[in-house]
């Protein structure tokens, strides 16, 4: 008898979880959906992503540039490069990288993904109501984690593609003033491909990165907590 009950308990459970659970297409409409209502918010969430993005593709497709002048051997680049600011050791093949650049490149990239935990954290207390909604209907905690996963993942990648392709035509218009035509000419479109592809995925690990904390709280939510607050 007792196996027969917990037969049937464990059928429904399994009927119940094949009728919450929604396609993924379903759980993108409704992504984009959330993201258009709030679309200031999520506008400048993603513009703080575009800037970091832009900066690290700036300085990426820079040395790129800066490293095809100097594999093209000619002394009067070198000594433009030297000028311009670049460190250059004796015979070395590539531009040396300073610690400096490195760890102004990392805090920048920090203070981008603090400032996207925050955003996707006020997100979350301003959709108390919707959240407890949704769960009283029968949304599963993996449903509310994949929406905002995929509202992250939608945000990063045009902050991302946007904020690389920015950065390298800022950075090829600046080779451009500084070295003239050369700054092209000599540039490695595999290591500048690289360089965008680099930036890009970057900007995305940090989008989907700063959404995870916000995502579990508003996943692991209670719906009648999420009901009572007020907003």
């Given at each position: ?15 119940i ?28 969430t993603?513009?703080?992503?575009v ?63 603090v ?71 000599f540039?490695?479109?595999a ?40 907003t």
């Amino acid at each position: 008898m007792a196996t027969q009950a917990w037969s049937a308990l464990s059928g429904n459970r399994r009927r119940i979880g094949r009728q919450v659970v929604l396609p993924f297409g379903k759980s993108v409409e409704i992504a984009y959906r959330s993201l258009r209502v709030r679309f200031l918010r999520s506008l400048i969430t993603t513009l703080s992503l575009v800037l970091a993005v832009s900066f690290f593709s700036y300085n990426a497709v820079g040395n790129d540039i800066a490293d095809g002048l100097l594999a093209s051997g000619r002394p009067e680049f070198r000594q433009r490069l030297i000028r311009a600011g670049y460190e250059i050791q004796a015979d070395a093949p590539r531009i040396e990288r300073g610690a400096k650049q490195r760890w102004v490149l990392i805090l920048s990239l920090l203070v981008c993904t603090v400032g996207i935990l925050n955003a996707q954290l006020m997100a979350v207390t301003e959709r108390f109501r919707e959240i407890g909604t949704m769960k009283c209907l029968g949304a599963l905690d993996r449903f509310v984690l994949r929406l905002f996963l995929l509202e992250a993942a939608m945000m990063g990648l045009v902050g991302s593609v946007s904020g690389a392709a920015i950065g390298a035509l800022l950075a090829l218009a600046a080779g451009f003033l500084r070295f003239g035509v050369a700054a092209v000419t000599f540039l490695p479109l595999a290591a500048a491909a690289l360089s965008l592809i680099s930036a890009a995925g970057i900007g995305l690990a940090l989008s989907l990165l700063g959404v995870l904390y916000p995502a579990w709280v508003a996943a692991r939510m209670q719906p009648v907590e999420a009901m009572r607050v007020e907003t």
